[in-house]
């Protein structure tokens, strides 16, 4: 029903709400492009902020977009006043030992299951589970007096038996005198003779019998056929034993020396036989699971007489003396053989070598601060050191991070090494109104990837800090190319970190080497110091997946860090350790101010 106070509207008359959805579309759309607008305008100048805020750094070196062009790399390519900045070292010469790795187990010498030999009563059990035992200990007691007894028949049948002899003697005797008389036949003297070795028989026999109850008696005391550590018990007191019993009273295996069981590929045959020829003796040291600590060293003891065919290795042993018994039967092991000695070779840092369509190179920068493409042929590589057989000279500079963006004839610039005690770090002073702080430790998003400070400079090589030195590059090949090295191998040059997978930045390794610095550690101090830095750098890199994220990097790094300085503790005097203490609670005072471990260090 129409309303009356509405108009008629004409037959070609649209319906009035047809135009008000019209208008409302139209609306719509205008608000839209509105909005598109002032997003666009908006994002172009946060873009154009951070752009000239990045210029007037020279630079920055934080997150892709923060202190940074947009899509720059915060390990690698960073463009500054003098190029791209990387970090560099100089090759050197040096010998390189060629290692191979495998995977081995440890065997002892001999593995011994006493058993009684003879049948009896076990009265006691005179050792402990798990004890060391020297060759003979008594170990049982098995019931003597069944074969005692029987001893003194042996011995009262002996006695007899000796009786009659002499009696068969004395008549021997006297016919010999009568027959001498021919006063009896010579077949009665034959006769007593054949009686005399008769007699003489049964008494041997006798004799034999009464050896035969002393052995039995003596094997009522068991003893320990071999020295080394008895096993579990296998009965107890009580039970009756006999030579049958198929588990035996317990095992006995020996500790010192042992032997580790792995096997070689076989292309290294010949550089053993060769040596092994020569009479040089080939070392061989033992590390744990994590191969984090060395276990033991050795010398390779022999290899087997065939190769396997269905894998191409060949089984070898080595000795090792174990002394302090930190081998033990059946343990897996991680085996590293010293095949030969590269002496006097070209020795480059691994991160350096790169892999490209061509092959290896590296980026060798000239006098006039230039990258340029130089084809090597890399040799052994250990940890953080590489031989180069080809392709460099002593005393070059090789780009070791950094050259994820790189191009040949591109100029560079090389911060300059840290002083001891200053924060390392590429992250100038920011302005006011900036997310960073300026001044070593200071944090923000500009210095999150490369260690916080404005001191532009990169850690000092060395063992002390080897630990930041070789926490990862910032591209996947830069990643991958990180290997687990010797823990007593150092770093050859300043191979500073750079990029965000280091999870102990350059300004952490900068606080470290000040903090040792501080403890004032002696030659031998320093040696066990670096030791325990290089292995727990080891330790974060065998823990950590090609495809970690650079938080988890961190993370892991901090936590290796921390353990590091915890065993570091065990080395020190009670005043060091006292010292290390406050400056461990400094470092966490500091953290705890920065609002995060944006800088990298190492946190207890």
Not at 109 to 115: D, E, G
Not at 219 to 232: D, S
Not at 309 to 322: C, E, S, V, W, Y
Not at 374 to 379: C, I, S
Request: glycine share 14%; with cysteine.
């Amino acid at each position: 029903m129409s309303d009356p106070s509405t108009p008629p509207r004409g037959p070609f008359e649209a319906p009035p709400y047809l135009g008000q959805r019209r208008q409302r579309g139209l609306l719509g759309w205008v608000v839209l492009v509105v909005a598109a607008v002032l997003i666009g305008g908006l994002i172009w100048w946060v873009v154009s902020n951070k752009a000239k805020e990045s210029a007037d750094q020279g630079g920055g070196f934080g997150p892709p977009g923060v202190g940074g062009p947009p899509g720059a790399s915060g390990g690698g390519g960073r463009k500054g006043r003098g190029g791209a900045i990387v970090n560099a070292a100089r090759t050197e010469k040096g010998d390189m030992p060629v290692v191979v790795s495998a995977l081995g187990t440890v065997t002892p010498s001999a593995t011994v299951t006493v058993k009684s030999q003879i049948s009896g009563q076990l009265m006691s059990v005179a050792f402990q589970e798990g004890q060391m035992v020297t060759k003979g200990q008594v170990l049982a007691q098995i019931d003597p007096r069944p074969y005692e007894q029987q001893l003194a028949q042996a011995e009262a049948t002996l006695a007899k038996d000796e009786a009659q002899l002499a009696n068969a003697r004395a008549d021997l005797k006297r016919y010999q005198t009568l027959l001498a008389q021919d006063s009896v036949s010579r077949q009665q003297v034959d006769t007593q003779a054949a009686l005399v070795r008769q007699l003489d028989a049964q008494t041997k026999a006798d004799r034999a019998a009464v050896g035969a109850q002393k052995l039995n008696i003596a094997y009522t005391r068991v003893t320990a056929p071999v020295a080394g550590r008895v096993g579990l018990r296998q009965i107890d007191p009580g039970n009756y034993v006999t030579p049958g019993d198929s588990n035996g009273l317990v095992t006995v295996a020996t500790f010192a020396p042992i032997d580790v069981a792995f096997s070689l590929p076989e292309d290294v045959l010949p550089k053993i036989v060769a040596a092994r020829k020569k009479g040089a003796k080939t070392s061989v040291e033992v590390l744990d699971r994590a191969q984090t600590a060395v276990l033991a060293r050795g010398e390779l003891a022999s290899l087997d007489n065939l190769i396997d065919t269905t894998t191409g290795t060949i089984r070898a042993k080595a000795l090792f003396a174990n002394a302090d018994g930190s081998l033990f039967p059946n343990q897996f092991v991680n085996v590293r053989l010293t095949t030969e000695v590269l002496k006097s070779v070209v020795i480059a840092p691994t991160s350096a070598v790169l892999r490209g369509q061509q092959g290896m190179f590296v980026y060798v920068v000239d006098a006039e601060r230039k990258v340029h493409i130089r084809p090597v042929q890399p040799g052994a590589a250990q940890g953080e050191r590489t031989a180069i057989l080809s392709g460099l000279s002593v005393g070059e500079t090789v780009v070791t991070d950094g050259t994820d963006r790189l191009r040949e004839g591109m100029s560079v610039s090389i911060p300059p090494p840290c002083a001891p005690g200053a924060g390392g770090g590429y992250g100038g002073a920011r302005k006011p109104g900036g997310s960073g702080a300026a001044g070593p430790g200071a944090a923000g998003p500009g210095a999150a990837r490369s260690g916080s400070g404005s001191s532009g400079c990169r850690p000092a090589a060395g063992p002390a800090s080897a630990m930041a030195a070789s926490g990862g590059g910032d591209s996947p090949s830069g990643q991958a190319r990180r290997q687990g090295g010797d823990p007593g191998a150092a770093p050859v040059a300043a191979a500073g970190p750079g990029g965000e997978a280091s999870g102990a930045s350059s300004g952490g390794s900068g606080r470290m080497q000040a903090m040792l610095a501080d403890l004032k550690l002696d030659a031998a101090q320093q040696a066990k110091a670096d030791a325990i830095l290089s292995e727990a750098r080891e330790k974060a890199q065998a823990g950590l997946p090609e495809d970690a994220d650079p938080d988890t990097r961190r993370a892991v790094m901090r936590k290796a860090m921390g353990e590091a300085l915890g065993r570091l503790s065990a080395v020190l005097r009670p005043d060091q350790k006292t010292k290390l203490a406050e400056i461990r609670a400094k470092m966490a005072a500091g953290v705890g101010q920065r609002g995060g471990d944006q800088g990298g260090g190492p946190k207890p």
